[in-house]
């Protein structure tokens, strides 16, 4: 479903700034996996889904979707079949429009036509059973304008806005850390729901070891652009946090990943 | 009384320009300088055809007009990468000759005896009616006619699918793209319907006053700016409004302005050299009062909680 091969992606290079971001990354994930992904920072798991998103340039390399190389594919035709959350909540929504006017965005995605009314009474009633799903209480704000939105509401909002047209592959990158813990928990669960329900494939980022193995069916760890150790459906099954600390806590300078918040 | 009428067929025809304005400083987000170039540029084929007694074909090629103006811009800032606000000084200034071209190198032209869209109106002009005539009261409401028409079908635009990606493109670019939609094209779009209705402000203004003067686009933009700070000022009270509403809280401003702006030059011994620093006041103003207005509120708020 998704292959990565040798990708190489290098900042700034030939200068005293030189940073190889990526080193040489091999992965691949079936329909239906869910990767999680840790590491230090700076380690280059966000390099690793903006490249998928054709939002850096990649050195050399090459990225299969479904078997379509995208590798040079411009990122708004790419978004066609990836959707996105990130970690800033601000990022993912239109502030100044409304909650059903950011939906109905989305909604068009891909089959536009131009000078139809964007918001169209006929999808109200499914775009309110798709917000009662979050069970925050949106499907009563349809006309409230997003940037009203608490941070937690505005990613939960954005989360549903990425999955509604049901993207073959889902990037989340830190996507709950700058939510309270109560929140990401939600926010976590939501996502697991409805990823297994729409059966999209997902790469999750996270720095909290717990959350990764709690979540997913397949996980690596990265460092310094390379993918230090990858652990399959079986192997991550077995997985618990006292082992990946003992399995690398040598190597690794930066333990911080490894807080048990 | 005449001069009243005067006054608001004027804001009227500057409530239909700053639209433009409004379309790029607030929606789309980016200040767009052809303005002043492109309301000329209306204004310079309004004129031409008006000499060949084609005024209605003058305002509808002013529109498209100014839609490649805008285009213009829009590529330069886009796809050349040029910073948008030297994009759009570029665009007018090349312009300017642009329109020598078209009126054939005249710096000005009158009208007086050609056919423009308000000459059916002209017999009325002998019927007086409340100290003034007939013929301005229906000039008045054709272009209150044409005005509605605009913001009708403005408003349905932003409401388009193409409509609301334009909205969402000034609003959060990022989130666009991760949409799937290619936002220098909605930037382009939005840059040539901006400029569209400001030369078509142009052509408007030129066939009302029956003269063309290649002078008449300067400070265009300034007022365009001028009419949304004011608008917003005394009509916006709630911070989510309907973008139709907007539309016509900015038509109000370009009117007040323009009274503003008339009151000023009754005042003896100002002169109308004296506008374009009249006109920076006033906005200086619009922005600075309500700020002050707000905080003095706050102050008397606090000073009653501390009493109770
Ligand atoms: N646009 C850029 N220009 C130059 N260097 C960059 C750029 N983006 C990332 N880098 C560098 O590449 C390396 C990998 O960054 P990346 O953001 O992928 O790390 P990360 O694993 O996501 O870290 P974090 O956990 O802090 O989010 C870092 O050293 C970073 O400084
Ligand atoms: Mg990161």
């Known amino acids: 479903m998704l292959d990565i091969i040798n990708l190489k992606v290098i900042f700034n290079e030939n200068t005293v700034d030189e940073k190889r971001a990526l080193d040489g990354i091999d992965l691949h994930l079936d329909e239906g996996d869910f990767l999680t992904v840790i590491g230090s920072n700076g380690a280059g798991k966000s390099t690793l889904l903006n490249s998928i998103l054709g939002l850096v340039e990649t050195k050399s390399g090459e990225i299969r979707l479904d078997n379509e190389i995208i590798t040079n594919k411009p990122s708004h035709k790419r978004a066609r079949s990836i959707g996105v959350v990130f970690q800033n909540p601000l990022l993912g929504t239109a502030p100044n429009m409304t909650i059903e006017e950011n939906l109905a965005?989305?909604?068009?995605?891909g089959k536009w036509s131009m000078f139809a009314r964007g918001t169209k009474k006929k999808n109200r009633d499914s775009l309110k059973e798709s917000l009662k799903e979050l069970n925050l209480n949106l499907e009563d704000r349809l006309d409230a304008n997003v940037g009203l939105l608490s941070g937690g509401e505005r990613q939960a909002l954005t989360l549903l806005m990425a999955t509604l047209e049901s993207p073959k592959l889902l990037l989340l990158d830190e996507h709950t850390a700058a939510l309270d813990p109560n929140t990401a928990q939600t926010i976590l669960s939501l996502t697991e729901k409805i990823v297994t329900e729409k059966k999209i494939t997902t790469i999750m980022i996270t720095h909290n070891v717990k959350d990764a193995l709690k979540y997913g069916n397949k996980l690596i760890l990265m460092n310094n652009g390379k993918i230090m150790l990858s652990f399959d459906e079986q192997a991550k099954k077995e997985l618990t946090i006292d082992k990946i600390l003992s399995l690398y806590n040598n190597d690794l300078s930066d333990t911080q990943i490894f807080t048990n918040k | 009384m005449s001069l009243i009428m005067t006054c608001l067929q004027i804001g009227l025809v500057f409530g239909l320009m700053s639209l433009g304005v409004f379309i790029s400083f607030k929606i789309l987000d980016t200040p767009d300088l052809t303005v002043d170039g492109s309301f000329t540029l209306g204004a310079s084929i309004s004129a031409i055809l008006c000499l060949h007694n084609l005024p209605i074909l003058g305002l509808l090629i002013s529109l498209f007009a100014g839609a490649i103006a805008g285009i213009i811009t829009g590529i330069l800032h886009t796809k050349l990468k040029i910073q948008v606000v030297l994009a759009g000084i570029l665009t007018m200034t090349a312009l300017y000759s642009v329109n020598f071209w078209i009126t054939g190198r005249k710096s000005s032209i009158t009208l007086y005896n050609n056919k423009t869209i308000f000459s059916f109106l002209s017999s009325l002009k002998q019927i007086e009616f409340l100290g003034t005539n007939l013929k301005e009261v229906f000039s008045l409401l054709l272009i209150i006619g044409i005005l509605v028409c605009i913001i009708l079908?403005?408003?349905?635009?932003?409401?388009?699918n193409l409509g609301m990606a334009i909205r969402a493109t000034g609003?959060?670019?990022?989130?666009?793209?991760?949409?799937?939609?290619?936002?220098?094209?909605?930037?382009?779009?939005?840059?040539?319907l901006a400029n569209a209705l400001v030369a078509f402000g142009g052509a408007l203004y030129v066939q009302h006053l029956s003269n063309y003067d290649s002078q008449y686009g300067v400070g265009m933009m300034v007022i365009g700016l001028a009419a949304i700070i004011i608008g917003e000022a005394i009509f916006k009270h709630k911070k989510q409004m309907k973008l139709g509403k907007i539309f016509i809280i900015v038509v109000l401003g370009a009117i007040i302005y323009q009274i503003i702006f008339m009151l000023a030059l009754l005042i003896d011994g100002i002169n109308p050299i004296d506008i374009k620093i009249i006109t920076a006041l006033i906005i200086v103003l619009s922005v600075y009062v309500p700020q002050v207005s707000k905080s003095i509120k706050k102050k008397r708020e606090r000073r009653r909680n501390n009493l109770c």
């Open chain 1, 105 to 109: 965005l989305v909604r068009a995605k």
């Open chain 2, 153 to 160: 079908i403005i408003n349905y635009f932003f409401k388009t």
């Open chain 2, 171 to 192: 609003d959060n670019e990022a989130m666009v793209r991760a949409s799937s939609i290619n936002t220098d094209t909605m930037k382009i779009i939005s840059f040539a």
